[in-house]
């Protein structure tokens, strides 16, 4: 189980690298796409957009990457990464539901994520990122 968390914590790492933009500049850019019209937001559940990632990722990434969702589930988890990235994992709620989408938010969003409880149900739109054991949803706002 050691091992399972050390891997977690390097790919999260290797994602935080990678993604050049912070979550505050995807959010702005998410609100100027969806004011002007120029981007659709795609409502879907956490366990449907993670079942769609599992089925085929290359399918899944057709549909959804750097697509914006609305994704609604249940809080798994109120956490923040090894860069201190601040995240909130949504799921089906079942009890054996480990994986799910990852809902990265901004450092403004952190006084509205202190008030979060796992197991409430929840709403989040964000920019589908990428996909490691989760999905990865950046710039996420609380619905």
């Known amino acids: 189980m050691r091992r399972l968390g050390m891997i977690l914590m390097l790919m999260t790492l290797v994602a935080g690298v990678v993604a050049c933009e912070t979550d505050q500049d995807v959010q702005k850019d998410i609100a100027k796409s969806v004011q002007s019209g120029e981007a ?5 559940t956490a366990s449907s957009l993670y079942a769609a990632y ?5 399918g899944a990434d057709a549909k959804y990457k750097d697509a914006i969702v609305r994704v609604t589930g249940i809080v798994t988890s109120i956490d923040e990464d090894i860069l201190g990235d601040a995240y909130v ?3 089906d709620g079942g009890q054996f539901s480990m994986w799910g ?3 990265y938010f901004a450092d403004s969003n952190r006084a509205a994520l202190a008030g979060l409880s796992k197991g409430q149900p929840a709403t989040r739109k964000g920019r589908v990122s990428d996909y490691l054991l989760n999905v990865a949803v950046r710039g996420c706002t609380v619905e």
């Open 89 to 91: 994992t949504l799921t």
């Open 101 to 103: 989408v990852q809902c």
């Open 54 to 58: 599992e089925a085929n990722r290359i």
């Open 40 to 44: 659709v937001v795609i409502p879907v």
